[in-house]
């Protein structure tokens, strides 16, 4: 994740005790006591202990763990639907545990949309009106709210059944309302409880797949909570996984297969087919040689012969990709008296972004094997990957 991004929540220091005696269980957990000791000597329950992260602007940030990690906890922290023991919770320079009732109020509705695991439909209002509500609560203008619950319903993919009824719908589609709802208020921040838990495997696939194509468009701060560690390493752009109300590691789902913190999360990730999460940065090295637009095709060549290749990727002075020269290209400028190799440069050639899955590069390199090159949002040329770096990432993927 890159962490030049504003942040737009800081956890610092969060706590909840659920029990009358908060501050002893508090006190015996500084003294090094866990949860169940804490538990066993005080009846009080450590539901999380001194959580701090922070989630970026535009990130999808998963919250997982087992049954009884605090994940669930943790998100209603997050709008105070519980009231914290003890830590920060800022968004936008607003700390969320010390708000009035009234300015709490006035910030979960600039900041905060929720999805449920169970669709929280009203059964006996339509698509629209149910994907109006927040809306219709807030005392936004009917034909107003009408036309944004519509355009959040075409987002989603429900246009043509606004008119419905959810029991008319799959459960799929249901969600899809919930998710509507939730994008039509607009709030700068979506809370997503495990919304897709309840969905058979093959829908929730879908709604995965939908969750990550509306997120590259709409670029939506998005709390995520699930309990299934293959729905995290597919939809989260990074991963803040839970044991008994502590945080255990927070990192990228590459950094959690390949850099486990610890002998639990080593156990959590067993099985898990790491090739289909792994990604091209993983395989990347960096080039031996680039030329540049400016060159002649004799400096090209001679690039070529010093680094023993017979390629060369060309940039411009930003490092934008601009094409590939061959070594047989270079001979043929060189003898037609050419002064610059641009008009000699080849597009047959595979680019990726860094986090293009790994298991999608073997079938792109071409009979002659050009390193594929990977390339940034504003076609900056990274690094390449060549093929046997790909064999060499599968196979150590397959190792336990």
Not at 120 to 148: S, W
Request: include cysteine.
């Amino acid at each position: 994740m890159d962490e030049q991004r504003p942040v737009k929540i800081r956890v610092r220091g969060l706590s909840k005790v659920f029990g009358k005696q908060p501050r002893k269980a508090l006190e015996l957990r500084d003294q090094g006591l866990k949860r169940p000791e804490i538990l066993e000597q005080t009846g009080q329950t450590l539901g999380l202990s001194n959580i701090s992260f922070d989630v970026y602007e535009g990130e999808l940030l998963v919250i997982m763990g087992l049954s009884g990690s605090g994940k669930s906890t943790l998100i209603r922290c997050l709008n105070r639907l519980i009231d914290t023991t003890e830590g920060e919770i800022i968004i936008d320079d607003e700390n969320i545990p010390t708000l009035s009732e009234k300015a709490l109020l006035e910030c979960r509705r600039r900041h905060f949309s929720m999805v449920f695991q169970n669709f929280a439909l009203f059964p006996h209002r339509t698509v629209q009106k149910n994907a109006e509500f927040g809306l219709e609560i807030r005392g936004i203008d009917k034909a107003e709210r009408h036309k944004i619950a519509h355009t959040a319903l075409k987002q989603v993919g429900l246009e043509g059944w606004e008119n419905a009824y959810p029991h008319q719908l799959s459960g799929g589609m249901q969600q899809r309302v919930g998710l509507a709802r939730a994008l039509a208020n607009d709030a700068s921040v979506l809370l997503m409880d495990e919304a897709f838990s309840a969905l058979d495997p093959l829908i929730r696939k879908d709604m995965q797949l939908e969750l990550l194509q509306l997120q590259a468009k709409m670029q939506k701060t998005t709390v995520f909570i699930t309990h299934d560690l293959d729905e995290a390493l597919n939809i989260g752009d990074r991963i803040v996984l839970l044991k008994d109300g502590e945080v255990v590691q927070i990192g990228t789902p590459e950094e959690i297969l390949t850099q486990p913190a610890d002998d639990y999360v080593r156990r959590f990730i067993e099985g898990v087919d790491r090739s289909r999460v792994l990604t091209a940065e993983s395989a990347m090295r960096p080039l031996r040689s680039t030329a540049r637009d400016s060159d002649g095709p004799r400096t090209a060549l001679h690039r070529m012969r010093d680094h023993a290749i017979d390629s060369i990727y060309v940039t411009d002075r930003d490092r934008r990709l601009l094409g590939l020269l061959e070594a047989e290209s270079a001979s043929t400028a060189i003898k037609e008296g050419a002064e610059k190799i641009a008009d000699y440069l080849t597009q047959d050639f595979r680019k990726v972004s860094p986090d293009e899955p790994l298991q999608n590069l073997f079938a792109m390199f071409s009979e002659k094997s050009f390193p594929i090159a990977v390339v940034d949002e504003q076609q900056r040329l990274l690094g390449v990957v060549v093929k046997g770096a790909v064999l060499d990432e599968l196979a150590r993927a397959g190792e336990p």
